[in-house]
């Protein structure tokens, strides 16, 4: 796992963060510093955990219980849609959390 994928997992064990969140995170304090590559960057990490079976992505607007997990299909789309990676001005969220085995990998060390 690298350095990226290791923080991404790191902010998805904590509790559920949302794609606008990481992307301001990560972009105010790692490089690379060109956007377009960090964006990418992150949609692969983000892509590859969810196949993974390391995430989830939800939607909801609280996230207190009352938050919907996406499937795969949706989950996907929801990662290509560039709106969900700005705060959103809707009560509606897109966020990610870590799966039971995505907190395990991060105990472990190990992506997998």
């Known amino acids: ?9 790191d902010l998805a064990t904590e509790d559920y963060y949302g794609l606008w969140e990481l992307w301001n995170t990560l972009r105010a304090r790692r490089t690379p ?7 990418e960057a992150l949609d692969a990490i983000v892509r590859s955990m969810l196949a993974d079976g390391l995430i989830e992505l939800a939607v909801g607007s609280t996230f207190d219980g009352e938050e919907s997990r996406l499937d795969n299909d949706q989950a996907s789309a929801a990662i290509g849609d560039p709106r969900n990676w700005v705060m959103p001005d809707a009560p509606s969220r897109i966020k990610l959390v870590a799966t ?13």
């Open 1 to 9: 796992m690298n350095e990226l994928s290791a923080f991404v997992l």
């Open 100 to 112: 039971p085995s995505g907190q395990r990998a991060y105990r472990n060390g190990s992506p997998r």
């Open 33 to 39: 510093s060109d956007p377009v590559r960090l964006r």
